[in-house]
């Protein structure tokens, strides 16, 4: 619908002026300051302790959006379809550059004070926002039957395209390294100390270098989890922009380690994390969910990148691991 926007908008108290359209938002002037509008696709209840987090952080000097609320004092607005919706500060700036070697590092000093202040928070912690204490290994063991059945529909096919003969050809070798790293973690359980506030997506879209300081934005995927899941999924999309180099590797867990000390146990559930051919079943699993009638040599592209950086992403693995001994 045309008008969407302005109609939620009009459940909150303000002026509107122009409206245009953001990554998955509505990016919205108004006499309160730019504001983004985003769908949202938790419960209510979730929506108020976010909301209640999102408070505590800035109280403690973080640079996190608010969340406006409704006429009705709701953190959500809801449409005529009930559909919610929240709205939140919009900061403006650019992006985390994943070619500046800078810019990353303080994107994860920026994480691990992100850590460290919700490591503080004194109240309780509602059953909703906790994960599973195996959930690592339950998605581990999910993603191998995932690529054992693009295995299966690859082999049973007679006249295999260009993409499928290559995953065919690499497939012992990955799936291999996926059998060992779901074994490892088989052997270990998280310690209750492993386990805090974590942001849930945290990447170069959600860093924004703005004229207050470094924002952090996008708290969707907010949860209670093994903390260094937020640093893993930070540092396996800036190392696959960096060809797994090394130094770079070493450098980004050195900058966390000294806002934030890890523990042994976090470095070895780090290697887990970032040791998973993660990259490898992502690309598997799209094709084979895709309407396969058309071969997009985007994703032929991408598989290559993923072979040849190999090398690369097990050297810098060997490097972590000798930490985790």
Same mark, same amino acid.
């Given at each position: 619908?045309?008008?969407?926007?302005?109609?939620?908008?009009?459940?909150?108290?303000?002026?509107?002026?122009?409206?245009?359209?953001?990554?998955?938002?509505?990016?919205?002037?108004?006499?309160?300051?730019?504001?983004?509008?985003?769908?949202?696709?938790?419960?209510?209840?979730?929506?108020?302790?976010?909301?209640?987090?999102?408070?505590?952080?800035?109280?403690?000097?973080?640079?996190?959006?608010?969340?406006?609320?409704?006429?009705?004092?709701?953190?959500?607005?809801?449409?005529?379809?009930?559909?919610?919706?929240?709205?939140?500060?919009?900061?403006?700036?650019?992006?985390?550059?994943?070619?500046?070697?800078?810019?990353?590092?303080?994107?994860?000093?920026?994480?691990?004070?992100?850590?460290?202040?919700?490591?503080?928070?004194?109240?309780?912690?509602?059953?909703? #926002?906790?994960?599973?204490? *195996?959930? %690592?290994?339950?998605?581990? $063991? &999910?993603? =191998?039957?995932?690529?054992?059945?693009?295995?299966?529909?690859?082999?049973?096919?007679?006249?295999?395209?260009?993409?499928?003969?290559?995953?065919?050809?690499?497939?012992?070798?990955?799936?291999?390294?996926?059998?060992?790293?779901?074994?490892?973690?088989?052997?270990?359980?998280?310690?209750?100390?492993?386990?805090?506030?974590?942001?849930?997506?945290?990447?170069?879209?959600?860093?924004?270098?703005?004229?207050?300081?470094?924002?952090?934005?996008?708290?969707?995927?907010?949860?209670?989890?093994?903390? #260094?899941?937020?640093?893993? *999924?930070? %540092?396996?999309?800036?190392? $696959? &922009?960096? =060809?797994?180099?090394?130094?770079?590797?070493?450098?980004?867990?050195?900058?966390?380690?000294?806002?934030?000390?890890?523990?042994?146990?976090?470095?070895?559930?780090?290697?887990?994390?970032?040791?998973?051919?993660?990259?490898?079943?992502?690309?598997?699993?799209?094709?084979?969910?895709?309407?396969?009638?058309?071969?997009?040599?985007?994703?032929?592209?991408?598989?290559?990148?993923?072979?040849?950086?190999?090398?690369?992403?097990?050297?810098?693995?060997?490097?972590?691991?000798?930490?985790?001994?």
């Amino acid at each position: 619908m045309y008008n969407r926007p302005e109609q939620i908008l009009e459940q909150y108290d303000l002026e509107l002026g122009s409206i245009s359209k953001g990554r998955e938002s509505y990016h919205c002037d108004t006499n309160q300051g730019q504001k983004v509008l985003r769908e949202y696709r938790g419960s209510k209840e979730r929506a108020e302790f976010l909301t209640e987090m999102l408070s505590y952080l800035r109280g403690q000097g973080l640079l996190v959006p608010t969340v406006i609320r409704t006429r009705e004092e709701s953190p959500v607005a809801v449409d005529e379809d009930e559909t919610k919706y929240m709205l939140t500060d919009l900061f403006t700036g650019a992006e985390c550059d994943t070619k500046s070697r800078e810019d990353m590092l303080e994107a994860v000093r920026c994480l691990a004070k992100l850590h460290n202040v919700s490591e503080q928070y004194g109240g309780e912690v509602p059953e909703f #926002v906790k994960t599973e204490p *195996n959930s %690592l290994l339950q998605l581990y $063991e &999910k993603h =191998n039957r995932e690529l054992r059945k693009v295995r299966n529909y690859v082999h049973d096919k007679k006249k295999k395209n260009e993409f499928e003969m290559l995953f065919a050809g690499q497939y012992a070798g990955f799936m291999e390294k996926a059998g060992e790293i779901t074994a490892l973690l088989r052997e270990i359980q998280p310690e209750e100390r492993t386990f805090g506030f974590c942001h849930g997506d945290y990447n170069q879209h959600n860093v924004i270098f703005s004229r207050q300081g470094i924002a952090i934005v996008n708290f969707d995927c907010f949860s209670y989890h093994v903390r #260094v899941s937020d640093l893993a *999924n930070f %540092l396996r999309k800036m190392m $696959e &922009k960096n =060809n797994w180099n090394t130094g770079l590797g070493m450098d980004f867990i050195r900058a966390y380690d000294e806002v934030r000390r890890l523990s042994g146990q976090e470095l070895r559930y780090l290697y887990l994390y970032l040791a998973y051919p993660e990259k490898f079943w992502k690309i598997a699993n799209r094709y084979y969910n895709s309407h396969k009638a058309w071969l997009s040599g985007r994703n032929i592209e991408k598989l290559e990148k993923v072979i040849a950086q190999e090398g690369a992403r097990e050297q810098f693995l060997q490097m972590l691991f000798h930490f985790t001994a």
